[in-house]
Antibody, heavy 120, light 107 residues
Framework: QLQLVQSGAEVKKPGASVKISCKSS????????FSWVRQAPGQRPEWLGW????????NYSLKFKGRVSLTTDTSTSTAYMELRSLRSDDTAVYYC?????????????WGQGTLVTVSS | AIQLTQSPSSLSASIGDRVTISCRAS??????LVWYQHKPGEPPRLLIY???TLEVGVPSRFSGSESGTDFTLTISSLQPEDFATYYC?????????FGGGTKVESK
């Protein structure tokens, strides 16, 4: 059974960093890619970036370029998203999604979401 | 970036109603669109990909269509489990973008 399980909720102070994990099971990790999306309260979903699981090729939203890093660990079938220099408007639920195919850039399975709260 | 404009932002409907949600792209994206259903506290659920292909396991009352830059999600007969927010997303090019969502509520 295909599953994406994300790490738990985080509370961070402005200026800090957060790293969220997304552990995959039930399929061949290296054959796919991941998209990361966030959704702040009352806002539309916002795309942060994309990473191929095997080669680690990335494509980042220009809005977050320089603050976000996507990585994968093929030994543990886990994808990671790190966001640095956090601000209050980074408060949101962050999702990882497994893309249907390497070049598809749309996800057929999603993690359960990780709430990140940025507050002093 | 490609902008997606969804309408309406919310609607009230009854069980059995036919529901239509629109998503207009700011440029031609040639079928590069998916629809998701999202309920509070749950991950998004893929309903339709490539504008009109029904995802495996999704009830056939859901359908998608495309006409130029206009995309439509139709629920032919609304069921209790369909009350949710629906989003369109384009994957024609980066950055990936989403519509503003349509919340389907009970009348």
């Amino acid at each position: 059974q295909l599953q994406l399980v994300q790490s738990g909720a985080e509370v961070k102070k402005p200026g800090a960093s957060v790293k969220i994990s997304c552990k995959s099971s039930g399929y061949t990790f290296t054959s796919y890619a991941f998209s990361w999306v966030r959704q702040a309260p009352g806002q539309r979903p916002e795309w942060l970036g994309w990473i191929s699981a095997k080669k680690g090729e990335t494509n980042y939203s220009l809005k977050f370029k320089g603050r976000v890093s996507l990585t994968t660990d093929t030994s543990t079938s886990t994808a990671y998203m790190e966001l640095r220099s956090l601000r209050s408007d980074d408060t949101a639920v962050y999702y990882c999604g497994r893309d249907r195919a390497l070049g598809s850039a749309w996800s057929d399975y999603w993690g359960q979401g990780t709430l990140v709260t940025v507050s002093s | 970036a490609i902008q997606l404009t969804q309408s309406p932002s919310s609607l009230s409907a009854s069980i059995g109603d036919r529901v239509t949600i629109s998503c207009r792209a700011s440029q031609v994206i040639t079928g590069s669109l998916v629809w998701y259903q999202h309920k509070p506290g749950e991950p998004p659920r893929l309903l339709i990909y490539e504008a009109s292909t029904l995802e495996v396991g999704v009830p056939s009352r859901f359908s998608g269509s495309e006409s130029g830059t206009d995309f439509t999600l139709t629920i032919s007969s609304l069921q209790p489990e369909d009350f949710a927010t629906y989003y369109c997303q384009q994957f024609y090019n980066f950055p990936i973008t989403f519509g503003g969502g349509t919340k389907v509520e009970s009348k």
